[in-house]
């Protein structure tokens, strides 16, 4: 049975950083992209960041180019998305997503259920 369990969401002020872990199991981790999406309510579904099996190729949203690094921990079959100088447009449910493809759309053939990410201003 896959999983993709998200930790690591929270409340945060607006400058502040969160650091969201994703551990898979299931799944052999290493030939897998994984994905960062974002989800505010009302609105769609929207890519983050993703990365590549080994961890050199990583793709961003402009909104958080410079802010936002995305890595893996293959050892731990992890992937985890450092986010700094947070801002109150940041605030969705962030989900983390497996796919054997490094794409930016939001059809990855794996999901988490989410954590909720919370700015204040």
């Known amino acids: 049975q896959v999983q993709l369990a998200e930790s690591g969401g929270g409340l945060v002020q607006a400058g502040g950083s969160l650091r969201l872990s994703c551990a898979a199991s299931?799944?052999?981790?290493?030939?897998?992209?994984m994905g960062w999406f974002r989800q505010a309510p009302g609105k769609e579904r929207e890519f983050v960041a993703a990365v590549s099996l080994r961890g050199k190729t990583t793709l961003y949203r402009d909104s958080v180019k410079g802010r936002f690094t995305i890595s893996r921990d293959n050892a731990k079959n992890t992937v985890y998305l450092q986010m700094n100088s947070l801002k109150p447009e940041d605030t969705a449910v962030y989900f983390c997503?497996?796919?054997?493809?490094?794409?930016?759309?939001?059809?990855?053939?794996?999901w988490g259920q989410g954590t909720q990410v919370t700015v204040s201003s």
């Open positions: 997503a497996a796919d054997r493809l490094l794409i930016t759309t939001p059809t990855y053939h794996y």
């Open positions: 299931g799944i052999t981790f290493t030939i897998y992209a």
